[in-house]
Nanobody, 124 residues
Framework: VQLQASGGGLVQPGGSLRLSCAASGFTLEYYAIGWFRQAPGKEREGVSCISSGDGSTFYADSVKGRFTISRDNAKNTVYLQMNSLKPEDTAVYYC??????????????????WGKGTQVTVSS
């Protein structure tokens, strides 16, 4: 069982990036998938999540209207489209999976699997 996050990089303020979370060894469709981030000196925070059941989506207030989470079941991959990026979005981004049926998403402590992070840096 493995999760792999990718797509990070350096982008100017106002720019966009799309992060990918690819799974191997299990089917993402049956898991709630969350994106979390951790900036230097700060605690990890939840960014977005998509539920396993009806695909309900959730966003932190700080990213609402700018980030979009989606799932491609055929590719066994979840994406996080990040637009209008700000310097405060700079962090290591992680994806995580929880075996949780239904239309909800657990907090970080409820996640079963974690991928290695991908660095996102927003700077001019």
């Amino acid at each position: 069982v493995q999760l792999q996050a990718s797509g990070g990089g350096l982008v100017q303020p106002g720019g966009s990036l799309r992060l990918s979370c690819a799974a191997s060894g299990f089917t993402l469709e049956y898991y709630a998938i969350g994106w979390f981030r951790q900036a230097p000196g700060k605690e990890r925070e939840g960014v977005s999540c998509i539920s396993s059941g009806d695909g309900s989506t959730f966003y932190a207030d700080s990213v609402k209207g700018r980030f979009t989470i989606s799932r491609d079941n055929a590719k066994n991959t979840v994406y996080l489209q990040m637009n209008s990026l700000k310097p405060e979005d700079t962090a290591v981004y992680y994806c995580a999976a929880a075996s949780l049926p239904g239309s909800s998403c657990p907090p970080a402590r409820g996640m079963d699997y974690w991928g290695k992070g991908t660095q996102v840096t927003v700077s001019s």
